[in-house]
């Protein structure tokens, strides 16, 4: 079940005793008692279903060892530790199989993976019943161990875990939850592999695509006068409904997009809203926002909605504004003086205005961001700031050919900290949005040694043609900044227990590192260290360019970050007003809210069915805008810094108080750590235009 790779597995016979960096990395990582290893990956149906039987049987034996434990055996180490040791190789299975669901170029495969996860996440359910291993550990708890630091936070949060499973409940009550939620997890697990698999091509004459960039038509061109467009291609998405003048074609466009995997999801909905009320119920929370709030910063549901209806309240008059003036440019463009701005307008005339007001043309800007450039830039960035050496490695398997690894370790002591993935343009069948997927968690293993993570890139950026190479947008270069960010979360980590690694963290603050590291592609000296056009590489993005760039963002930031609180206002009140009872009213309420807070959708549409974030962060979307306060703030740090946002002291703060930690201390005491002061929400207000007054 160790998901580990012989050094020499992938060679031929002959070569075996070549040089081989990945078998000098897992030498050097034995001098810092360390273990370095790589996914074996599964790649036939048959052996991921063997996986998840093998994973299940290793996982019941660990647990029997735990259950059969008498009062006066237990100890930390044979309960609380080593539950979190059977986490941790479940997690190698389940994560492996979760990327390869996701990612494999062979669709049987990827079915596979999606019927072994479910297998597994079933099970995994059941392991919070198990009444042995919990006698156990309440035997444990019993001896009032006298436990400090992480070792104290494992313990009175595994404990906890059970509580919020009903192991203290009446055994029926207990039984009727473990069946719910067996239930929900293979819905959960169908939701999320049908937006994957959702997919429209859309079919438009030369004529509907006016305004849309002639590099982008190239690429789409399938017949004399015929375009086809990938509605679930978020570039081609943004492509289209950016810059196409023709209000018929983005209305047209954003009605197919807007019902990708409606029919295939809208049910399963229901139902596991459904189920996450019931399940909640039967625990004692008035509905299920409350109880994944619990154990997040925000502690409740109804903190959550105050938090974001004040900034729904905040942004009113520049969200009022903002569409006012994306208005008058409809009336100018349509003559029609009572014209009015629809969801699918938003995108257009907002980049109509950076253009015209600001002379921001957003297409033209990706000259400055060939891929690999970007690429290298930011790891000389990360590399510099984090103290970090990145070494290119041939990855011993690839499931798609253009796959990259990299190894990762410190630049002052050569300490390997881990290998990171990256699978980067898109393809039929692959996710389709842009994520860092864990593969190997950082762990204390029992024998003392620290198994170092790895982690994978999974994004899809635009392809590179035989004119060019792929050619990023600016928002672009923002995602990954921010994905990379995660992966560095994920790689430095050095807690010792797997449930507190990397990004193991609060919901609502795992984005906040990562939100603050977008910041670093609006910094000039940032810019001018990688962005260059790639048909003259001396010609850099004018300071004036910039500077407008900014000023359109403020300009337009009232609009797009409405739409983030109506995504997170939808998703609280789906998960606080949805029962058994009105499950026919989803999509309904749904389109409500949004339409309330942002911009009335179309009739007839489903976003919701789409939206993948309703599954893993269930009542939690709030906790985007949560984190980017933090993450505001905590770029200030940089921004008084003396080296700005290439201050290797603060960075290596960061890397210290942040990354290293993870969830092994509480986190509000790692941001002021960081900060070396209370947490303001100042910095974030002003970012997003919010008056305080």
């Not at 009320?277 to 909605?305: C, F, P, Q, R, W």
């Amino acid at each position: 079940m160790a998901a580990t790779l012989a050094a020499c597995s992938s060679l031929k016979k002959n070569d075996c005793c070549a040089p081989n960096p990945f078998a000098e990395f897992q030498n050097r990582a034995a001098k810092f008692n360390s273990v370095v290893a790589l996914p074996q990956f599964e790649t036939t149906p048959e052996e991921i279903a063997a996986t998840a039987t093998a994973t299940i049987a290793a996982g019941n034996t660990a647990l029997d060892r735990i259950g059969k434990l008498g009062a006066g055996e237990v100890a930390f180490a044979n309960t609380i530790v080593a539950l979190d040791d059977m986490n941790f190789q479940t997690g190698l299975a389940s994560e492996r199989l979760g990327l390869i669901e996701q990612t494999s170029t062979n669709a049987a495969v990827r079915e596979a993976a999606t019927e072994a996860l479910k297998k597994l996440s079933e099970w995994g359910v059941g392991v919070d019943y198990r009444e042995d291993v919990y006698r156990a550990l309440k035997n444990f708890a019993a001896t009032t161990p006298q436990l400090a630091g992480e070792d104290k936070k494992l313990f009175v949060e595994t404990m906890r875990d059970y509580r919020r499973a009903g192991l203290e409940l009446p055994k029926a009550e207990r039984d009727a939850v473990e069946k719910l939620r067996k239930e929900l997890t293979g819905l959960e697990t169908d939701y999320d592999n049908n937006v994957t698999k959702a997919a429209k091509t859309v079919k438009f004459a030369r004529a509907e695509l006016a305004g849309v960039p002639d590099d982008f038509l190239a690429q789409i061109k399938t017949g004399a006068d015929e375009f086809s467009v990938k509605a679930n291609v978020t570039w081609h998405y943004l492509s289209l409904m950016d810059n196409c003048s023709v209000e018929a074609t983005r209305k047209k466009f954003i009605a197919e997009h807007d019902n990708l995997a409606r029919e295939a999801n809208l049910p399963l909905l229901q139902k596991i809203l459904g189920l996450r009320d019931d399940i909640a119920k039967k625990l004692s929370y008035a509905n299920y926002a409350d109880l994944t709030t619990e154990v997040k910063m925000v502690k409740s549901g109804a903190n959550a909605v105050k938090f974001i209806e004040d900034l729904k309240t905040g942004l009113q008059p520049k969200f009022a504004a903002e569409l006012e003036e994306f208005r008058q440019m409809k009336i100018k463009q349509t003559g029609d003086a009572n014209a009015q701005i629809f969801i699918w307008d938003w995108r257009y005339f907002s980049n109509q205005l950076k253009k015209e007001k600001y002379n921001v043309d957003a297409e033209q800007l990706r000259v400055y961001f060939p891929y690999q450039r970007v690429l290298d830039g930011m790891f000389a960035i990360y590399q510099r700031i984090f103290g970090l050496k990145f070494e290119k490695l041939e990855a011993p398997y690839k499931w798609v050919g253009d796959l990259q690894l990299y190894a990762v370790s410190d630049a002052k002591t050569g300490e390997p900290m881990g290998l990171f993935y990256l699978d980067m343009f898109p393809r039929d069948g692959k996710y389709n949005h842009f994520a860092q997927f864990g593969i190997i968690a950082g762990k204390k293993l029992p024998d003392g040694k620290y198994q170092r993570p790895v982690c994978c890139l999974v994004c899809n950026f635009p392809s590179p043609t035989a004119e060019h190479p792929s050619l990023m947008s600016h928002a672009e270069v923002e995602t990954i900044f921010h994905e990379f960010g995660h992966a560095m979360h994920t790689i430095l980590t050095r807690a010792k227990y797997a449930r507190f690694s990397g990004t193991s963290v609060p919901r609502d603050f795992v984005e906040a590192p990562s939100q603050m590291l977008e910041n670093w592609p609006w910094d000039k000296a940032v810019l001018d260290s990688f962005a260059a056009d790639y048909r003259d590489p001396s010609k850099k993005i004018p300071a004036e360019i910039l500077a407008q760039l900014k000023t359109a963002r403020l300009a337009t930031e009232g609009v797009r970050y409405r739409r983030q609180l109506s995504f997170a206002l939808m998703d609280l009140t789906l998960h606080s007003q949805i029962t058994a009872t009105n499950l026919d009213t989803v999509l309904a309420l749904s389109n409500d809210k949004l339409g309330e807070v942002f911009l009335p959708l179309l009739p007839d549409t489903a976003f919701v069915a789409y939206f993948g974030h309703i599954i893993g962060y269930g009542a939690g979307y709030y906790g985007y805008a949560w984190a980017d306060a933090i993450a505001a703030d905590m770029a200030t740090v940089f921004e008084k810094s003396p080296g700005g946002y290439y201050d290797e002291n603060v960075g290596m703060r960061l890397r210290k108080e942040i990354y290293e930690v993870g969830d092994s201390r509480d986190v509000n005491e790692s941001i002021e750590k960081f900060l070396g002061r209370p947490r303001s929400i100042e910095p974030f207000l002003k970012r997003i235009g919010v008056d305080k007054e």
